[in-house]
């Protein structure tokens, strides 16, 4: 053996020290800062709801491309669906103690940070939205007005937002404290989330109570009423007044049930419930089960958002409310005729409006398919406090089940053209939220005999 020749590994490790040498001075140079700046094409996160495919968006009824051709991974294909509002999965934002204000800005590339809610629990009860409801109408022109969303975010901060918990009494004691003098801040001053309940709820309920005016019949009409209007005492209890309608103003609930007034449905709350179509996930709405045609009302007022077709949710049709806060998706709709003729991607709608019909469409690549064994209305309510949550893994979709019993006791009653088999509301409304006055949802016949509406 030759001592004077090196043994392989020493070559070896020189070899390997000649190579880190040069690639360092490679990154050294200009041609480093070009390696060090490239990025795959599509480059960002799949978290940050950009650089992925998802088919199934807020598109105007675009075609699909097929689920296998999108999917790339489970956690890819989480992303796309969430965009239906229908049967989703809950993927990112729900983890335990994370901060609801440490939303960060996605997919620009920079540390900025914004302050925005993250993630929504909402489990106020038909109970306690009740009562709050009745403590804010009931006290709407006295001295001290009482929020409902502020009396119920005191208590979702005293119970840490589980109304397992709720007992009449804990509200009726914050009242009295209330109309006794004590403000909302002192009570909550100890109340370290007061402040993001009050936030949260207000995204929920926002919209929902408030001064509005809205037609009812004369005969229902008070007197007082009635007399503004030039008529005779008596002039709404007479045969001869038929269906006349008269216009008053009031403060309540100017949200309304999805569901027509005299439409039998049935539900439960399925929130969360196993779905396997395309992919096992969790069910992020609301089934409410009644028969083929039933009239779908707009909950809020707001402009369409989204309109037409996706496999999961068939004919769907998406609404947002104007101040931004709220989405609500209504699913499944009529094959054929999903929905009320006048609705486009942009159309205005008041709370109360015929917007569509109900089927059973859906969970098929194919346009105008039924494929859902039950007919029922799939309603899911999201909430949006960064458009960076509208679409993707960011999006936060509520328990609506105690809501919509809530809601159920302001049903929109409805009128049926028979030439044209279309619906339309039977009793208009003028939501001061609407922006540039209401907008007409009368049946045709009508327009002759009543003056268009005229915002006060």
Known sequence: MNSSRPPKFINLVIALECALLAAFLILLSPMGDLISDSVPAGGQTAESGEGTDRGEGRNMGESQESW???????????????????????????????????????????EEKKDFIKWVDFQVTKEALEKAFRYDVDTCQSRIHLSWIELLACLGARYGGDFSRYKAADMESIAQRLMDGEKMEDITADMKYYAYYLEAYTAVLGGMVGEFKVEIPASKAPDFVLKAGGETEDGGDSEEDGDRKVWVTKYGLKAFSPIAKNYPYNDYDDFGAARSYGFKRQHLGHDMMGQVGTPVIAVESGYVEAMGWNQY??????????????????AHLRKNYPY???????????????????????????????????????????LIFDESQKEGNNEIWINCYELVKFLAVNRAETVKKEETKEYYRMYQMVDPAVPGGPVEQRIPEEQALYPPMVQQ
């Open 68 to 110: 296998e051709e999108q999917k790339a991974g489970e956690d890819r294909q989480r992303g796309e669906n969430r965009e239906n509002g229908a049967d989703q999965e809950s993927v990112t934002g729900r983890e335990e103690g994370e901060s609801w204000q440490s939303g960060e800005s996605r997919g620009t590339g920079t």
């Open 340 to 382: 009320h003729k006048s609705l486009q991607e942009g159309s205005v709608v008041q709370a109360g409006d015929v917007i569509g019909y109900l089927g059973r469409t859906g969970y098929s690549r194919t346009e105008n398919t039924n494929n859902i064994d039950q007919a029922h209305l799939h309603f899911g309510l999201q």
């Open 313 to 330: 949710g068939g004919w769907r049709l998406g609404i947002r409310s104007f101040d931004g806060k709220r989405y609500y998706y209504y």
